[in-house]
């Protein structure tokens, strides 16, 4: 069973970057696809960005796109998002998850239930 840890949130003011990271453990994740999720206070959890197993593809959120980059480095179990420009819209928990994908050169999908490894969750705050 593969779990996944994510790190990297924190305070950061308007403008700032960012790198979150989340971690895999278990099994290789090569065969995984992976997403980006966040939940701010009061709102349903959304969709931040997606990858593939091999990390030929990638999807984003357009409220993301051109600011927001996800990686991975299937050596190292790891998936990044790094995050540019920050705005105080960014704020929320952001959560790592992964689905199991034969094909790996195809992105996890935005819809959250098709994920069924998450994440604890990495607080993420922006100051105007």
């Known amino acids: 069973q593969v779990q996944l840890v994510e790190s990297g949130g924190g305070l950061v003011q308007a403008g700032g970057s960012l790198r979150l990271s989340c971690v895999a453990s278990g099994r290789t994740i090569l065969f995984y696809a992976m997403g980006w999720f966040r939940q701010a206070p009061g709102k349903e959890r959304e969709f931040v960005a997606a990858?593939?197993?091999?990390?030929?593809?990638?999807t984003y959120a357009d409220s993301v796109k051109a600011r927001f980059t996800i990686s991975r480095d299937n050596a190292k179990s790891t998936v990044y998002l790094q995050m540019n420009s920050l705005k105080p819209e960014d704020t929320a928990v952001y959560y790592c998850?992964?689905?199991?994908?034969?094909?790996?050169?195809?992105?996890?999908?935005?819809?959250?239930?098709?994920?069924?490894?998450w994440g604890q969750g990495t607080q993420v705050t922006v100051s105007a």
């Open positions: 990858i593939s197993g091999s990390g030929s593809s990638t």
């Open positions: 998850a992964g689905g199991f994908s034969p094909n790996p050169s195809v992105p996890g999908p935005t819809n959250d239930r098709w994920y069924d490894i």
